[in-house]
């Protein structure tokens, strides 16, 4: 374990962070819920919905790559407190825009600030846990992402808009535990001696070594692919409810919730099971088991449960994907040196392209051809992910060790 940490720093520093990444899915994804009712006042599209969904997710991947690097250099704390300030405070601006450039606007700086507190808080929380429950905590830590953002989110934005005046009040109100979250981490996050002992071995270690690793550039694809599913879906859904299958609004926040408690049990039930069963084989098993499960989503009608279970599940999957490459894969790749830079690198090359490119080319395509046929985009990336897995190198300590130990017994 770090220097000087122990039990009770772990538990403090991991529920923190993982209350703070809970938040960045709540500022990010409130959007999505809310934009129904947007579109009417602002006069928008689908094609604004996923722009506005493709620029915040530009911007954090350049921003997370940048900032990643920073991390190894500085420590965690400089990144990550002026990060979760701004994000709240941007988030709580969105309820002020007047039209889609001020919303663009906002979005791309939220989009910075929030690419910002990713990478430095994933390997906070590695700094603070032990490496046996490495995989469990970063899982724990980026499940409250989907659980905030996707969970909590469209139930607390479809009944916020019962009790105040517009969907303007909602991005104020969600904005405000940030700032709470921000001192707690001020006043708890350390940095252990080992990071400090980084910030100078990272001067030593040049940024392309990161890319150098097979599972980085791997890791990279398969966040890709799984982020192209997450993220189209995420974003269009709620439309795809309401204007495709005409479900209610409220149905359609009880739906739409489904991947926010699926994805919050996927990322911290994936991870973890891989620190027993190995990384590759729980990546492969996961991105086969979403390709079935969004194939019968596509087939399944206005059936409120149904369409709630079969996007649980679906959820479970591909946000336990994010989680997995995100986390432990990245972490194990590189040199401790070098892990910021390397969860930098993965996440933010995966919000590049899946989180950015991809929403807006699935706005393009519910524009053109019908909002029901972004789903066929989703799918492409879950089966290009299940092919890039089979290339993986196994890295999980306890599977390392149970080779090592096969190994010696064999030769003796």
Same mark, same amino acid.
């Given at each position: 374990m770090p220097n000087g940490s122990n039990g009770s720093y772990e538990w403090k520093a991991v529920t923190l962070l993982s209350l703070g990444f809970g938040l960045v899915g709540l500022d990010r994804w409130i959007i999505a819920p809310l934009f129904p009712f947007m579109m009417r006042d602002l006069h928008l599209g689908y094609q604004a919905l996923g722009n506005l969904i493709a620029?915040?997710?530009?911007?954090?991947?350049?921003?997370?790559?940048?900032?990643?690097?920073?991390?190894?250099?500085? @420590?965690?704390?400089?990144?990550?407190?002026?990060?979760?300030?701004?994000?709240?405070?941007?988030?709580?601006?969105?309820?002020?825009?007047?039209?889609?450039?001020?919303l663009l606007f906002i979005r791309s700086i939220m989009g910075v600030t929030e690419g910002s507190f990713c990478p430095a808080s994933v390997a906070a929380t590695a700094d603070a846990s032990r490496p046996s429950r490495r995989g469990l905590n970063q899982g724990l830590q980026l499940s409250t992402f989907a659980l905030f953002g996707l969970g909590f989110g469209p139930i607390l934005a479809t009944q916020l808009l019962l009790v105040v005046p517009s969907w303007r009040w909602v991005f104020v109100l969600v904005a405000i535990p940030g700032l709470?979250?921000?001192?707690?981490?001020?006043?708890?996050?350390?940095?252990?001696?080992?990071?400090?002992?980084?910030?100078?071995?990272?001067?030593?270690?040049?940024?392309?070594?990161?890319?150098?690793?097979?599972? +980085?550039?791997?890791?990279?694809?398969?966040?890709?692919?799984?982020?192209?599913?997450?993220?189209?879906l995420g974003a269009m859904m709620p439309n795809y409810l309401l204007d495709y299958l005409r479900l209610t609004a409220?149905?359609?926040?009880?739906?739409?919730?489904?991947?926010?408690?699926?994805?919050?049990?996927?990322?911290?039930?994936?991870?973890?099971?891989?620190?027993?069963? @190995?990384?590759?084989? +729980?990546?492969?098993?996961?991105?086969?088991?979403?390709?079935?499960?969004?194939?019968?989503?596509?087939?399944?009608?206005?059936?409120?449960?149904?369409?709630?279970?079969?996007?649980?599940?679906?959820?479970?999957?591909?946000?336990?994907?994010?989680?997995?490459?995100?986390?432990?894969?990245?972490?194990?790749?590189?040199?401790?040196s070098l892990i910021s830079s390397s969860i930098g690198i993965v996440s933010g090359t995966g919000e590049i392209f899946g989180g950015g490119v991809a929403p807006s080319l699935a706005g393009y395509i519910a524009e053109h051809y019908g909002i029901q046929n972004t789903l066929q985009l989703a799918l492409a990336g879950l089966i290009a992910g299940t092919f890039v897995c089979l290339f993986l190198k196994e890295t999980a300590p306890r599977k390392i060790r149970e080779r090592i130990e096969t190994t010696v017994t064999a030769t003796t």
């Open positions: 620029v915040l997710g530009l911007c954090w991947g350049f921003s997370a790559i940048i900032t990643g690097a920073i991390s190894d250099r500085i @420590g965690r704390r400089k990144i990550l407190i002026p990060a979760i300030v701004l994000f709240s405070l941007l988030s709580g601006l969105s309820g002020l825009a007047t039209g889609l450039v001020s709470l979250i921000a001192y707690l981490l001020y006043v708890v996050i350390r940095e252990p001696e080992h990071v400090r002992e980084q910030a100078s071995a990272a001067e030593e270690h040049r940024w392309a070594e990161v890319v150098q690793s097979r599972n +980085v550039v791997l890791a990279m694809l398969a966040l890709l692919c799984a982020m192209t599913g997450v993220f189209v409220q149905q359609m926040g009880f739906v739409m919730s489904a991947i926010g408690f699926g994805g919050f049990l996927g990322q911290f039930a994936v991870a973890g099971l891989s620190d027993i069963c @190995g990384r590759k084989v +729980v990546a492969i098993f996961s991105f086969i088991a979403a390709c079935i499960l969004l194939i019968a989503f596509i087939e399944t009608g206005p059936h409120p449960f149904r369409l709630f279970t079969l996007l649980f599940l679906l959820a479970f999957a591909c946000f336990g994907l994010l989680a997995l490459f995100t986390g432990p894969v990245a972490t194990e790749a590189v040199p401790a």
